[in-house]
């Protein structure tokens, strides 16, 4: 279990990477925070807006925050798997095959309007999304540590694209709208930019490796078993609600578990709280459901989400 020492650095060091991360991206704070706790959590984090509006940015400064390699794949049709996962080519001076690895190998990766690319390239991030992992000729080779996959769509562009499966959607931890910034923060983007890009000058504040030794203590956060039953009985509801044609996964039960154990440590808590579960709810499990009626911005699912909470009750009295 999580010990009060242990809960002030990885607490200490997951505001860190907040802070550090919004000191290139501005006005976009829910964003950052779902991806550097998709982070912690050991997830994957899929960000819908127009472009234009960071989410490149985001991958390459987390990257940077945490002295981690990055890469950046751009989705297209004509993609094809062996293009993100690697091949194995003949050798001349070992006489034999070696792999060469695609840009999936990396601390960060950003696959760029992921829903441009065809079914069959998209299923080529199942395994790694899930397990961590890739098979190419029958070898599996394990990603580095820590990993995390970011995907971008346009969820207002139609044309040219491949709607994610319920299968890949449900390998994100969280989906997260990227809006324009307001006035303010707008303002800002472009002070910070007169110059050059703040990117360039961001310093890391993490080690690589110094962030899997957090995961790790994210993983140890209590859950009280009246929290786990709140989660199953959130799930659940998904899957009666009359507007649901296809309700949230046992995957995303443990997904909105790790996820609030990676808040409650960005909270300065050892233990997850009802209010954990309630507040990621609608990231973790809205992308997951299939509305019965047309749903062409992908939001109906949080909407459902939302009136779903008000409907369980919150367990009270939970042990810290």
């Known amino acids: 279990m999580l010990t009060e020492p242990d809960l002030a650095r990885t607490s200490a060091a997951l505001r860190r990477v907040v802070e550090n991360v919004e000191r290139v991206i501005s006005g976009a704070r829910e964003a950052v925070e779902a991806a550097v706790i998709c982070l912690f959590a050991e997830g994957n984090l899929l960000l ?33 798997p062996s293009d993100l996962t690697g091949i194995s080519v003949y050798d001349q001076e070992i006489m034999g095959f070696r792999f060469v ?44 540590e820590p990993y995390l996959l970011i995907a971008t769509q346009n969820p207002s562009e139609q044309h040219g694209t491949y709607p994610l499966p319920e299968g890949q959607l449900d390998r ?15 303002r800002e983007v472009v002070r910070r930019q007169m110059l050059r890009h703040p990117i360039e000058t961001l310093e890391p504040v993490l080690s690589a490796e110094e962030v899997t030794l957090h995961q790790r203590a994210v993983r140890s956060v209590h859950v009280d078993a009246a929290i786990v039953d709140y989660v199953v009985m959130l799930v659940q509801a998904t899957r009666a609600h009359p507007e649901v044609a296809l309700g949230a996964s046992p995957r995303s039960m443990l997904a909105l578990t790790r996820a609030a154990q990676a808040r409650a440590v960005a909270e300065g808590r050892t233990y997850v709280l009802p209010d954990d579960a309630k507040a990621l709810a609608p990231s973790v499990l809205g992308h997951r459901l299939v509305a019965r009626s047309f749903d062409a911005d992908g939001r109906r699912g949080a909407e459902i989400v939302r009136s779903i909470l008000d409907q369980v009750p919150v367990p009270l009295g939970i042990p810290g």
Not at 113 to 142: D, F, G, K, W, Y
């Open 48 to 80: 819908e807006g127009v472009p234009g509006v960071g989410k490149t940015m985001l991958g390459r400064a987390i990257a940077a925050s945490i002295e981690g390699s990055f890469s950046r794949v751009q989705a297209t049709p004509d993609l094809l």
């Open 172 to 186: 994100f931890t969280m989906a997260v709208p990227v809006g324009y910034p307001d006035h303010e923060a707008a």
């Open 101 to 144: 690895p695609g840009p999936i190998f990396a601390n960060v990766v950003l696959v760029d309007e992921i829903n441009r690319t065809t079914p069959r390239t998209q299923s080529a991030l199942l395994e790694p999304m899930e397990e961590r992992q890739v098979t190419v000729e029958n070898v599996t080779h394990r990603l580095p």
